[in-house]
């Protein structure tokens, strides 16, 4: 059964430009992510090892992570409100693979969807009390604005952000 907040969730991303796709388990996800590129051309944090294909990057250097064509990263919270995802980076390594490569790809159990920013915010003072020292949201692919409101995608940060939600 699809939940209420699933279902705001995924229209409020696909609003914020995200590519969203379910899948029944997480080995699906590591199929899908499989799919984007050869293994030498992902990157990943420790907390998202096991999401990769044998062979991909993790816990790389920020040289490598640069050149990487896709960065995997676990997602620890979703917001309906805003289509967000709530990011834990605990190495540099896996913020980097959320920054640097042109797609970012997060992988989110689908039971962690919150309705609302005060709920993500509760849980970011809950992990803040814990000692977690590094949190962050995105919201959509990177996009700026020159000074005549042209928009650019992925100047400052991936081109493309895809949501892969597992479980019911």
Known sequence: MVTTERKAFVAAARAAGVLVESMPARADAVASISRLAEPERIAAG?????????GAMVEAASHDIAAAEVGVS???LGVAETGGVML???TPAARLSAVLPAVHVVVLDAARIVPGLEDALSEV???????VPYVTMITGPSRTADIERVITVGAHGPRELRILLVGG
């Open 74 to 76: 676990l997602g620890h």
């Open 46 to 54: 420790a907390t998202a090892a096991e999401l990769v294909p044998p």
């Open 88 to 90: 834990l980076g605990t």
């Open 125 to 131: 003072a809950r992990l803040r009390d814990a000692g």
